[in-house]
């Protein structure tokens, strides 16, 4: 076929902004979608028709990662979608290991999404005796203490964190000397690792609040 | 005391940008642990430090608002606080149903610190028998079927999806017909409710995609 078969890596090593970032995953819940029906290719201007976005802002988008439409014949869907895995790094198994296994935690060992997508938890940990021993989708709820033996045998890239705030920079910080160098950090609290430490949080009652502040000013 | 008491609504009705909006719950929470230290004032420099932001991004976040530190005294933390509270309209109750009861919903049924900030979680929502007439934390989970019966008779503020991606859009539909005007969504779909709507997502799968992306960028 004559699309641009560009390999879709950061142009010239530029720096991507984190709202580029940001918009990467949602692209790749279209694409998948769009791969699903089998749609084989879009235009700019329909694929921002359904993601409600402007088809200029997918356009430059796409360029940080050297674009890849071809003028008139639009996005290779299948093409465009495996990219973009790989861009996220999807085509990498993930194993992650959650702290906490309580209803958050094991919200997140049972979110089927994540398997799709190279994530594999591999452990859960707590130290609540009830939980320990108990397995979650065929994943093993560890004591807490076992933590450091458990990372000498698996390696884990990310490590959730749903604890509570008292004890969420604690264990962070042992994960850290463990050899862990990402976060997914659901724990209402500011981690404050070192700077090549990856953070992502997730903070639910920021994201609540943001939503009260959009309700009251609207009302007010 | 001599600080400024300026009301903290937005100047001149401007429009306040969305990076500063998602910035208030932080100073919210930031200034909450202060005020539980017994903090009295703090200057936007110190304020700075602890929240490894600029000092001129906090001045001029809170100008949106009026500002109201004093040249040589800073800020005063209680009253700062409370206003920021307000803003975010905490002061009011947001009763909210949560639709879906499995390990994410009951994880917001079981979150503490939404009580402490207005959040009143009024009634879980699910299809499967086996959850309905359970509580948690002594919240009923009611059938979804008795939706419009309950709505009804409870106003609720906000209704939290934790449904599955299959089902989120019609739920929300419907609860748009039933008077819902404010949507807390975790279901990984786009909801396309009418613009009088808000809709406050939260998509786990695009936060950790994020994360993969940043590890995979800096490993390759």
Same mark, same amino acid.
């Given at each position: 076929?004559?699309e +641009? +078969?560009v390999?879709m +890596? ?5 720096v991507i902004?984190?709202?580029?970032? +940001?918009r990467?995953?949602?692209y790749?819940?279209y694409l998948?979608?769009l791969? !699903? ?7 700019s201007k329909e694929l921002?028709? $359904?993601?409600n976005?402007?088809a200029s802002?997918?356009?430059q988008d796409?360029?940080?990662f050297g674009g890849?439409?071809q003028?008139?014949y639009? @996005?290779?869907v299948e093409f465009? @979608?495996?990219?973009m895995?790989?861009?996220l790094?999807?085509? $990498?198994?993930?194993?992650?290991i959650i ?12 979110n ?7 994530? !594999?938890i591999i452990?859960?940990f707590d130290?609540?005796p009830r939980?320990i021993g108990?397995t979650?989708?065929g994943?093993?709820v560890?004591?807490i203490d076992a933590?450091?033996?458990?990372l000498a $045998?698996? !390696?884990?890239?990310i490590a959730?964190l749903?604890?509570p705030r008292?004890k969420?920079?604690?264990i962070a $910080? ?6 862990? !160098? ?5 724990a209402?609290i500011?981690l404050n690792?070192?700077?090549d430490?990856l953070?992502e949080?997730?903070?639910?009652s ?6 009260? @502040? ?5 009302n007010?």
């Open positions: 076929m004559g +641009k +078969k390999d +890596k950061p142009v010239n090593e530029k902004s984190p709202a580029v970032i +940001k990467l995953p949602r790749y819940r998948g979608d791969l !699903k029906n089998d749609v084989v290719r879009i235009s921002s028709r $359904k993601m976005v402007t802002q997918i356009r796409l360029n940080n890849f439409g003028q008139g639009g @996005y290779n465009l @979608y495996n990219e895995g790989r861009i790094g999807l085509d $990498k198994t993930n194993n992650i702290l906490g296994a309580g209803n958050l935690g094991q919200a997140l060992a049972n089927q999404e994540f398997d799709n997508n190279g994530f !594999k452990g859960l130290v609540n939980l108990m979650v989708r994943v093993e560890y004591d933590l450091g033996e458990f $045998k698996h !390696k884990a890239v959730a749903t604890l008292s969420a920079p604690k $910080k042992e994960l850290v000397d463990l050899g862990v !160098k990402a976060f997914w950090n659901f209402p500011d690792l070192p700077e430490v953070v949080n997730v903070h639910l920021e994201s609540i609040m943001t939503l009260s @502040y959009r309700i009251h000013s609207i007010s």
